[in-house]
């Protein structure tokens, strides 16, 4: 059964603790994102990674870190040095040739107080 | 700066009417232009998705028209049913890009 898995669905933390947020797939994709929605709002995307062990920055980068170090696998660490960590987290994967869809996991909704 | 806008914001439709989204983009190197369907607490899902060399695509009661000298593409979802109460994304990237270009999001409720 192929797909994103994200894991896990809900977590809560408190103010200062680092967090880390998983991202699983068996769809031998090569790339692979990180996306903060915020209530109300669209996709913004956060660090992606093309191959394994290289990744960039998005657009909203800073309080956050990755690492790619299996292809199927790109975990999100949300840092203390994010200011507004509580929002919905949505992974996704894209098949390698040319342009073509992104697919995305469930989600995990992160709360921190 | 946003490189795919999308509106209106929300649309209230009755069931069996028609929701039609638009978008509008800048970047003429954009040649893939997908919609994304995501119901709360859900994950986007790919709803349709359409390239540059045809005008309009097709699939159950989800359509997109696509007007490339205009730049811009919509999304119209005809005989609108309750379940299709959902946000709706548009999105455009280019060829060998990695990234996707979103939309804001449309929030989308058929009314009974």
């Known amino acids: 059964d192929g797909g994103i898995t994200q894991s896990p669905k809900y977590l809560f933390r408190k103010e200062g603790q680092n967090v880390t947020l998983s991202c699983e797939q068996n769809?031998?994709?090569?790339?692979m994102y990180w996306y903060r929605q915020d209530p109300g709002q669209g996709l913004r995307l956060i660090y992606y990674?093309?191959?394994?062990?290289?990744?960039q920055k998005g657009d909203i980068a800073e309080g956050y870190s990755v690492s790619r170090e299996k292809k199927e696998s790109f975990p999100l660490t949300v840092t203390s040095a994010q200011k507004n960590p509580t929002a919905f987290y949505l992974c996704a994967s894209k098949a390698p040739t040319g342009t073509g869809p992104q697919y995305f996991g469930p989600g995990t909704r992160l709360t921190v107080t | 700066q946003q490189q795919v806008k999308q509106s209106p914001q929300s649309l209230i439709v009755q069931k069996g009417g028609i929701s039609i989204i638009n978008c509008a983009y800048e970047?003429?190197?954009?040649?893939?232009f997908p919609w994304y369907q995501q119901f709360p607490g859900k994950g986007p899902a790919l709803l349709i998705a359409i390239r540059p060399d045809v005008s309009e695509k097709k699939e159950g009661r989800f359509t997109i028209s696509f007007n490339k000298s205009a730049k811009q593409f919509s999304l119209h979802i005809m005989d609108s049913q309750p379940g299709d109460s959902a946000t709706y994304f548009c999105?455009?990237?280019?060829?060998?890009?990695?990234?996707?270009?979103f939309g804001a999001g449309t929030t989308v409720t058929v009314r009974a």
């Open positions: 990674s093309q191959i394994v062990n290289d990744f």
């Open positions: 769809l031998n994709h090569d790339a």
């Open positions: 999105a455009a990237s280019r060829d060998h890009d990695y990234k996707l270009s």
């Open positions: 970047n003429t190197a954009f040649d893939y």
